[in-house]
């Protein structure tokens, strides 16, 4: 003998979710996935930088230019004259990134050690910008995560987390300038002028963050 109740006999309407597949469940299961894909992903960047700080990893003639300037001004000299007699010398490079390195060489007695310890410093630093940049637009933690590490997963983004370069340095202070602006006040548009011009003193090429302040400066504040 079997009991069967009205519930068991009413039959299931097509195409629908169970209950606990609602919306917000969706959403909240999406973030804890992009949140913990961007850990991972994050992590495993950390262990290959960390694993890689005393070796040759990702080192060319362009990232031993850098630690060969930053060895010379410790020795007192900022520029190697462009031929000495017997060398020829001379940079295109701007000198903030290989006085920074210069500056950590000091104290480590090491100049790939100092230059990837950068690179790794100023990686955590970008993540932490992006994250709070997209957190701006509204995105949710996990979201905001895996976008900020979407930058450190790409070809470029990765070399320069694991390498000596100076591009990453100009990044960080363009975007610093970039957030430090959106208040829209004289202290904080000086503040990003400073950055900006650090970025410049970084690499030339570091133009994408002024010329943006300078056309939102044109468009609302034209005084």
Known sequence: MSIVTNNMLKPIEHGAAP???TD???LALLE???GGAAVIVLASLAVVAIGHLTDRYHLNFATGVYAALAARLNDGVLYPPLYDGAHYGGTRYMPLSFALHASLARFTGEYILSGK???LGLTVIL???LYRIVRGFGCGRGVALALASLGVVTQSGY???TSIRADLLAVVLQLAALQLVRGGSAPRAAGAGVFCTLAL???LTAAWAPAAILIAYLINHRR
């Open 19 to 21: 209950r606990w597949l």
């Open 24 to 26: 917000g469940r969706i």
């Open 32 to 34: 804890f996935a992009a």
């Open 117 to 119: 310890l950068i690179a």
């Open 127 to 129: 993540c932490i910008q």
């Open 159 to 161: 070399l320069v987390a």
């Open 201 to 203: 003193l970084t690499k």
